[in-house]
């Protein structure tokens, strides 16, 4: 395992979980963080292995999936909103297609431009 690379991911979620740096959390917090942060780098890399298994498989070409996250963020920031973290679009990704994460995110920047 990548120490760096899992404690980017902890810093990440210690912000998007608790609005603070990872080592302003208590031990407990930390730790929660820190393992989910494992578990993140975990999928992240199955996942990447399971597109170049399948992009062996196509000839050697990896293929962005129709609809991915990459699509989200392209179509969004086209749009002028902040997209949503990917750990988000991928728990919305199961319930929702990628044109009401769209919207939703809609919603949600426009909510926070009222709020600021």
Do not use: C, H, W
């Not at 930390?30 to 990447?48: G, N, P």
């Not at 009401?100 to 426009?110: F, G, P, V, Y």
Request: cysteine-free; aromatic content about 6%; overall charge negative.
């Amino acid at each position: 395992m990548d120490k760096d690379k899992i404690q980017m991911i902890a810093d990440q979620l210690a912000e998007s979980m608790y609005g603070k740096d990872f080592y302003d959390l208590s031990g407990r917090q930390q730790s929660e963080v820190y393992e989910k942060a494992i578990v993140e780098l975990d999928e992240m890399m199955a996942d990447r292995a399971d597109m170049m298994r399948k992009g062996e498989a196509d000839g050697g070409r990896i293929k962005l999936e129709a609809g991915g996250y990459l699509d989200y963020i392209r179509a969004v920031k086209e749009l002028g909103f902040t997209p949503i973290s990917i750990d988000e679009f991928k728990s919305l990704q199961s319930a929702m297609g990628i044109q009401d994460i769209i919207k939703l995110t809609e919603r949600m920047n426009m909510i926070n431009k009222k709020i600021d």
